[in-house]
């Protein structure tokens, strides 16, 4: 009889809330050391488990968070990904979306998991949600299925009941402990008396070849979002912002924008340069339909790319990954309209 080794996780410590303390003199939330982090959550010594970590150093705010830290996080996991089953990384709740979603771009062929967690209160707070969190996404980085692999092989956030699809999802809440929600895909796992997996929603690599890291994300991008009232001149302005090359439009209901010709003309000039204007709703559940009225229509004509259901952490980092290779605006373009982790429903 064969004896199971132990699963063998490696906890990425980059800051956020779960690992905040409270200044004696400020009041002020700061971050503390990771070994009072493990110091106040002795039940991970119990999940029977071989756990190493590193840290930031210093920890960061996730406010502060940018693509440099997004590359250095998945160097971390390239450097140390033969000698762990999966990958737990701590994280500030308010750009967690970005960060999944970029790691998922970024960490191409993988096949193991990365579990981004965080929490709401500090880990040390009596009421913290931080607790169930860290253990949980252990518990799911440890996960195996019936074959003996991963059960989770993609970059997943776990927040309070629910294991989702790191770039479907979308920060929801500043106050509530279910604060993420992954409103246009299924959870990968229901979090309740046990972790009950929905394997059907589990995402697979269709290449079974080594990992590959890419670590260069170009930051020619912006959201443009648009409101009631937007002006020519505004528009104008914000359309010639310098070194930009891509732009996140956020346009009304199922992607539509003003109907005056202005407004078609300056993105089809902007588009006519090569600039790359890639449409996602304003709306936190459906997609964008192109086809649906006129002036999404009148869009897709100017030369916009349709976003269909892909949430704005997604896009805004897909161009971010697409840029970053080097490609050509028009090679971007076409890059768009394929789902590439998972990210998106393209429907034809």
Not at 282 to 296: A, F, I, M, S
Request: with cysteine; charged share 20%.
């Amino acid at each position: 009889m064969t004896t199971k080794l132990r699963p063998r996780l490696l906890i990425i410590y980059t800051g956020g809330t779960i690992g905040m303390i409270e200044n004696p003199s400020t009041h002020a939330l700061q971050p503390f050391d990771f070994s009072h982090l493990i110091d106040n959550v002795p039940k991970v010594k119990k999940l029977g488990y071989d756990i190493d970590h590193i840290q930031f150093n210093p920890p960061i705010d996730s406010a502060n968070m940018s693509p440099k830290h997004w590359s250095d996080i998945a160097q971390a996991i390239e450097e140390h990904y033969e000698h762990y089953d999966g990958f737990v990384v701590l994280h500030g709740t308010d750009t967690m979306a970005f960060t999944a979603s970029a790691l998922s771009f970024l960490l191409e062929n993988l096949h193991k998991p990365v579990i981004i967690t965080g929490s709401q209160l500090p880990i040390g707070e009596v009421r913290t949600d931080g607790e169930e969190n860290l253990i949980t996404a252990l518990q799911v980085a440890a996960a195996i299925d019936d074959h003996g692999e991963p059960m989770v092989q993609e970059v997943a956030i776990l927040f309070n009941d629910s294991l989702l699809r790191g770039n479907r999802s979308t920060k929801m809440s500043a106050d509530n402990f279910n604060a993420f929600k992954s409103n246009n895909y299924p959870p990968l796992a229901r979090i309740g008396l046990s972790i009950t997996f929905q394997t059907d929603n589990l995402y697979r690599s269709p290449r079974h070849e080594p990992l590959t890291v890419r670590t260069s994300l170009d930051t020619g991008v912006m959201f443009l979002e648009l409101h009631p009232g937007i002006t020519e001149s505004t528009l104008r302005h914000l359309l010639r912002t310098p070194d930009i090359k891509g732009v996140v439009l956020k346009t009304f209901g199922a992607g539509n924008g003003p109907s005056e010709s202005w407004f078609t003309g300056l993105i089809r000039e902007a588009t006519s340069r090569g600039m790359v204007v890639l449409n996602v709703t304003q709306c936190v559940d459906g997609g964008v339909n192109d086809t649906l009225y006129e002036t999404g229509n009148s869009l897709t004509a100017a030369g916009v790319v349709s976003g269909h259901d892909i949430t704005s952490e997604a896009a805004i980092t897909k161009l971010m990954y697409l840029f970053g290779l080097g490609l050509s605006a028009d090679e971007v373009k076409r890059e768009l309209e394929h789902a590439l982790r998972g990210e998106v429903t393209i429907r034809r």
